[in-house]
């Protein structure tokens, strides 16, 4: 069967009321109309039943919106956790402090950064402590240079300490 609607508005004389019909022809296949149905609403019904489920769905929404907001602060907390550390741990260093590490076990690209972050530490902490040692000048040679090798040169030498019969002792270098 095949159907065919039809739509008309209709005021009623009793009250004022506006009414939809809306009428279903159901055809064979010879184009007879065995049966129709014709159906009567109210628009004040109608208005009623959308207002009903416009209700609804806020009701049902609101649960949906409070869990999307609770995952999305869980979610941002995840990755904005670890950068805050990094930025604190960054402060730090360049306070001067280069004792500072940033613990992680993740396994994504914020671990790679954190474990690269440590690496750069532990680099800094070595450059500091060599500064201990030398001049100024030497020690940029050797923290200039590419690939760590500043070309300066050096001899070994030996030190050798004698005593005396008095006591004294003496350093003797040789090479």
Same mark, same amino acid.
């Given at each position: 069967?095949?159907?065919?609607?039809?739509?008309?508005?209709?005021?009623?004389?009793?009250? $004022?009321?506006?009414?939809?019909?809306?009428?279903?022809?159901?055809?064979?296949?010879?184009?007879?109309?065995?049966?129709?149905?014709?159906?009567?609403?109210?628009?004040?019904?109608?208005?009623?039943?959308? =207002?009903?489920?416009?209700?609804?769905?806020?009701? *049902?929404?609101?649960?949906?919106?409070?869990?999307?907001?609770?995952?999305?602060?869980?979610?941002?907390?995840?990755?904005?956790?670890?950068?805050?550390? =990094?930025?604190?741990?960054?402060?730090?260093?360049?306070?001067?402090?280069?004792?500072?590490?940033?613990?992680? *076990?993740?396994?994504?690209? =914020?671990? *790679?950064?954190?474990?690269?972050?440590?690496?750069?530490?532990?680099?800094?902490?070595?450059?500091?402590?060599?500064?201990?040692?030398?001049?100024?000048?030497?020690?940029?040679?050797?923290?200039?240079?590419?690939?760590?090798?500043?070309?300066?040169?050096?001899?070994?030498? $030996?030190?050798?300490?004698?005593? *005396?019969?008095?006591?004294?002792?003496?350093?003797?270098?040789?090479?």
């Amino acid at each position: 069967l095949k159907t065919h609607d039809t739509y008309k508005q209709v005021v009623s004389p009793s009250n $004022g009321d506006s009414y939809i019909e809306v009428v279903t022809t159901y055809r064979n296949e010879n184009q007879e109309a065995p049966f129709y149905v014709e159906y009567v609403f109210s628009f004040v019904s109608l208005k009623k039943r959308i =207002l009903e489920t416009q209700k609804q769905i806020v009701l *049902d929404l609101i649960p949906s919106m409070i869990l999307g907001v609770i995952v999305a602060i869980l979610f941002a907390e995840l990755v904005v956790g670890p950068i805050r550390r =990094l930025v604190k741990a960054t402060v730090t260093i360049t306070g001067g402090n280069y004792d500072v590490t940033v613990d992680t *076990d993740k396994k994504d690209e =914020l671990g *790679d950064l954190m474990r690269s972050f440590n690496a750069m530490t532990s680099e800094l902490r070595r450059k500091n402590e060599l500064k201990k040692f030398l001049t100024e000048n030497s020690y940029r040679r050797i923290v200039d240079a590419p690939n760590g090798k500043s070309g300066s040169g050096g001899a070994r030498v $030996g030190i050798l300490y004698t005593s *005396d019969a008095a006591g004294w002792r003496s350093r003797v270098e040789h090479g």
